[in-house]
């Protein structure tokens, strides 16, 4: 059965983040639905590039998802964090013990919602406004049970490649990883 991916676009999003996600999770057989908080589904990134999100986040059902994942970028994370839908969200999946995951500064919109287990990391300064106990800087991805956390735009390979382990599989994993000359990760 196919995993399926809910990815929140909120306007000032990091696009290098959110495409390499998507992108790297598709080609691991992931499917991954991005929403757009407002009514355009054309959500503009922090460096101005605008993605047309596939759905509205009033068009869909969290029943239908497997994980939820937030790009980082520090506009696009305020509105994560002052969206009650997105902090419902994420909640939701919390109670339902589904995977979640966050990048940059991301693990931001984890840590308001209650959401963020105790090892995390994310973009370096973006912990002193979370907490400094369970913050590890020197990993790109941290894993602390069903929550997936990782540090900024260059770690977002990275950090797909460990969800794709985690959903599909240590092949489909090892097979996006070498297409993708990955070594680095």
């Keep these: 059965m196919t995993k399926r991916i809910l990815l929140p676009l909120a306007e000032g999003f990091e696009e290098i983040e959110a495409v390499s996600?998507?992108?790297?999770?598709?080609?691991?057989?992931?499917?991954?639905?991005?929403?757009?908080?407002?009514?355009?589904?054309?959500?503009?990134g922090?460096?101005?590039?605008?993605i047309e999100a596939d759905k509205n986040?009033?068009?869909?059902?969290?029943?239908?998802?497997?994980?939820?994942?937030?790009?980082?970028?520090w506009g696009g994370t305020n509105h994560l964090v002052e969206?009650?839908?997105v902090q419902n969200l994420l909640k939701s999946f919390?109670?339902?013990?589904?995977?979640?995951?966050?990048?940059?500064?991301?693990?931001?919109?984890?840590?308001?919602?209650?959401?963020?287990?105790?090892n995390y990391?994310?973009?370096?300064?973006v912990e002193e406004k979370i907490r400094l106990d369970g913050y590890t800087s020197d990993k790109k991805v941290v894993i602390d049970d069903k929550v997936i956390t990782s540090r900024g735009p260059a770690t977002a390979i990275c950090f797909?490649?460990?969800?794709i382990k985690i959903l599909v599989g240590e092949d489909s994993y090892q097979s996006v990883k070498d297409g993708t000359l990955s070594d680095f990760c």
């Design 21 to 44: 996600l998507i992108d790297i999770m598709r080609r691991g057989g992931i499917d991954v639905t991005t929403i757009s908080l407002t009514e355009n589904n054309l959500v503009l």
């Design 46 to 50: 922090a460096n101005n590039i605008k």
């Design 57 to 73: 986040i009033d068009a869909i059902n969290p029943n239908d998802f497997d994980m939820i994942v937030l790009p980082g970028g």
């Design 83 to 85: 969206d009650s839908r």
């Design 94 to 118: 919390k109670k339902d013990n589904k995977y979640i995951g966050a990048m940059c500064a991301a693990p931001y919109a984890l840590h308001k919602a209650g959401v963020l287990n105790h």
């Design 121 to 125: 990391t994310c973009y370096p300064s």
């Design 160 to 163: 797909a490649l460990e969800i």
